[in-house]
């Protein structure tokens, strides 16, 4: 199976925690999301603010990387959560004006969502590599 382009949705500082960490969460922990993703699916994190719960705006990619964890664990950071572990990094932020239609606005409130390999790749195209 081919691998899979994941966008979540999170605070840069929630993000920032999950590259210091080594790991992913969807959804404030939910287990679902994470087990529909495989080892070697890309991540790309939409940080709408900068902080949580009512931080500056911020509304860019902020964090992108790949899922390394074969399963999904227990968090630490929140009980009865989830995460998976992947290798992150932080990049320059790609604001969503720059992402045209390629990421798709209406869905960013689900948190956790599949793009689609036309889509991931112009955004792809758009990151600086590591």
């Not at 994941?6 to 960490?21: C, K, P, Y």
């Not at 902020?62 to 227990?74: F, L, M, S």
């Not at 990094?89 to 390999?117: N, S, Y």
Request: contains cysteine.
């Amino acid at each position: 199976m081919a691998s899979r382009t994941w966008v979540l949705v999170a605070s840069l500082d929630h993000a920032r925690r999950g590259v210091e960490a080594g790991y992913v969460m969807a959804n404030h922990g939910k287990r679902a999301p994470l087990a529909r993703m495989a080892v070697g699916d890309d991540v790309l994190i939409y940080s709408p603010t900068r902080s949580f719960p009512r931080g500056e705006p911020l509304r860019a990619i902020t964090v992108v990387g790949a899922v390394t964890g074969t399963d999904v664990e227990p968090s630490e950071a929140i009980p009865g959560g989830f995460r998976r572990r992947a290798q992150l990094r932080e990049i320059e932020p790609v604001p969503l004006a720059r992402l045209g239609d390629h990421l798709p606005r209406a869905k960013l409130r689900f948190g956790c969502f599949e793009l689609d390999e036309v889509s991931a790749s112009a955004i792809r195209a758009l990151i600086p590599p590591a």
